[in-house]
């Protein structure tokens, strides 16, 4: 078993620090001039890693899910 691995020459494993990933989601709410900040911000936290992630909802639901009205969201804006 591989104990430890390396990612563009940053070693990962037990004998090395921890690798400290973030996740930037929707919550920029689309500005790019927030996921920027929010980009940096992590940075300047220590993050090494960076992941982000696209989709699109219309290719993830089924028909039938699509067209169910048997649950409500609420969205609010803290």
Known sequence: ?????????????INYPPLVIA????????????????VD???RAGVEVLKHQ???VDDEMSK???KSNTRQFKYINL
């Open 64 to 66: 039938a899910a699509k």
């Open 23 to 38: 996740e930037l989601g929707i919550n920029h709410g689309g500005d790019l001039n927030i996921a920027f900040e929010m």
């Open 54 to 56: 696209t989709h699109v």
């Open 41 to 43: 911000a992590a940075a």
């Open 1 to 13: 078993m591989q104990n430890e691995f390396e990612i563009l020459g940053r070693k990962v494993g």
